[in-house]
């Protein structure tokens, strides 16, 4: 099946108590909203710290329901600046998760909750059965641009009403060459 690609950029996703701390009372601003229903780009930004390093501007995600956990998401490339080993996880396993400092304008949180986040296709239950994918299947993304790739051991990532979409970090976007909106073919793993 051919299916659009979305670069995930570095980004945080806050708890409600974690919003407060880093922003005091108020709601987060909807920019953007993202492919995936009830996700959207704020207006906030914060700073990631640790002890050998900073990234700042870093774009916090909002969603509704607000997620009942904090978490970092950032690129290979990124830890090397901060100096930090997160480990590949799916979104919301913290398990393990690298201790980072996460700054906003009226206070911080110091939390395990930074990992690089596994390459997944996003998708709906029927879109999985029509597809004849199991919950707990990984599959194969070629991309057939200027610099061909292969990726294996990509997660399905089902959710009610996901929208099919592959999500890939700028460092495997980059690695590709390959931006958000372009195309790939993904197909079941042999």
């Known amino acids: 099946m051919e299916v659009v690609i979305g670069i995930s950029n570095r980004h945080v996703h806050l708890c409600e108590e974690d919003i407060k701390i880093l922003f005091g009372d108020i709601a987060l601003e909807n920019t953007k909203d993202l492919v995936q229903p009830n996700e959207y780009a704020t207006s906030q930004t914060v700073t990631l710290k640790t002890a050998k390093g900073t990234l700042e501007k ?50 911080e949180v110091e939390k395990p909750c930074c990992i690089i986040a596994n390459r997944h296709l996003h998708i709906n239950p029927q879109d999985r059965a029509k597809y004849g994918l199991t919950d707990t299947e990984k599959v194969c993304v070629a991309i057939n641009a200027e610099k061909r790739t292969l990726f294996k051991d990509v997660y399905i990532k089902e959710t009610p009403n996901g929208i099919l979409e592959v999500h890939l970090d700028t460092d495997d976007g980059n690695g590709a060459l390959v931006n958000t909106g372009s195309l790939c073919t993904v197909y079941k793993e042999n």
């Open 58 to 107: 870093v774009r916090v995600l909002g969603s509704n329901p607000t997620r009942p956990y904090t978490q970092a998401e950032i690129s290979r490339t990124d830890s090397f600046k901060l100096g930090i080993k997160p480990p590949v996880k799916p979104s919301g396993d913290l398990d393990g998760a690298a201790l980072i400092t996460i700054v906003g304008p009226h206070g």
